[in-house]
């Protein structure tokens, strides 16, 4: 069955495009396009996403984006270009890599949980079950990508991230908790790796699993984090408050565009503003 928000999708996207055709978004911009898991069945609209960015000169690597956000890389014209990111270390991410990503020569990030990643067979399937997917459903045959894939994945030219340890919520632990999946989560990497990544991704993504406590233990240990929260990022987007679009690969093409284009970004303006407020709390600045 079509959602509403499907059948609506196309209409609010060609209001939004030609907006933007008239009101171009800030320059030196760029989104960050959050996917998940990328099973066999929709590898074909992936595909097709990173081509279609591709042709159009809007993709950008992890280093581009970093330089983006200390203000150093030149503004661009046009539609905001994307960095591509892949959360929880699906074994699924080492093929998409590999057959539509490395042949384009396009650069990704990879958030990993190296607490789960050291797990095996059926004790690896239940964490995923239990941590990622919150206990809603189980994993099935989905398992995550091996220490060896992960530093072919780096060795290719991709970027690390962290993901905390074991991927639990953050909102629900206390200062022990957070150093043990926060920073122990980056001494395991560092000593799988070789250094810890500036990278970190907080789990679950939304502004209600993340707090200042959090935010502030992240920065202990990693220069930017992402999230969740829809928006764009520039060099005025607080490192610790970075925003993320998830695009559905299963959904109509009219829908994983206004993912891709910024479409939905009014709805998240509340969110942006709260995940800012919290981020500045972290470090201590002024409200």
């Not at 591509?84 to 074994?91: P, T, V």
């Not at 699993?209 to 220069?223: K, W």
């Not at 984090?225 to 009219?254: F, I, M, Q, W, Y």
Request: with cysteine; proline share 6%.
């Amino acid at each position: 069955m079509v959602s509403l928000r499907h059948t609506l999708a196309p209409a609010w996207l060609s209001v939004w495009q030609a907006g933007r055709a008239l009101v171009p978004g800030p320059a030196g911009a760029f989104r960050i396009l959050l996917f998940h898991d990328v099973p066999p069945a929709e590898r074909p609209a992936f595909a097709a996403l990173v081509r279609d960015l591709h042709a159009a000169g809007r993709l950008i690597s992890p280093k581009q984006a970093e330089d983006m956000l200390s203000g150093t890389n030149p503004s661009r014209r046009g539609p905001p270009p994307c960095l591509l990111s892949f959360d929880d270390g699906f074994a699924s991410n080492v093929q998409v890599a590999q057959d539509i990503l490395d042949p384009l020569d396009v650069k990704a990030l990879f958030f990993l949980c190296p607490g789960l990643m050291d797990l095996d067979g059926d004790r690896q399937g239940q964490a995923i079950a239990a941590n990622i997917f919150d206990g809603k459903r189980t994993a099935g045959d989905l398992r995550l990508m091996s220490w060896r894939q992960a530093e072919t994945l780096r060795d290719k030219g991709h970027v690390l991230g962290a993901h905390t340890r074991d991927h639990l919520r953050l909102t629900r632990l206390d200062a022990a908790g957070l150093a043990e999946q926060v920073g122990e989560g980056a001494r395991l990497l560092a000593q799988r790796l070789g250094q810890v990544p500036p990278w970190f991704a907080f789990t679950f993504g939304d502004v209600n699993s993340v707090d200042a406590a959090a935010l502030a233990e992240i920065s202990r240990h990693h220069r930017y984090c992402r999230s969740g929260v829809r928006g764009l990022n520039s060099a005025k987007t607080h490192p610790l408050a970075l925003r993320a679009d998830h695009v559905e690969l299963a959904a109509p093409l009219a829908w994983r565009r206004m993912g891709t284009e910024g479409a939905l970004d009014p709805l998240y303006r509340r969110q942006r503003h709260q995940l800012d407020q919290l981020a500045r709390m972290a470090r201590g600045e002024k409200l």
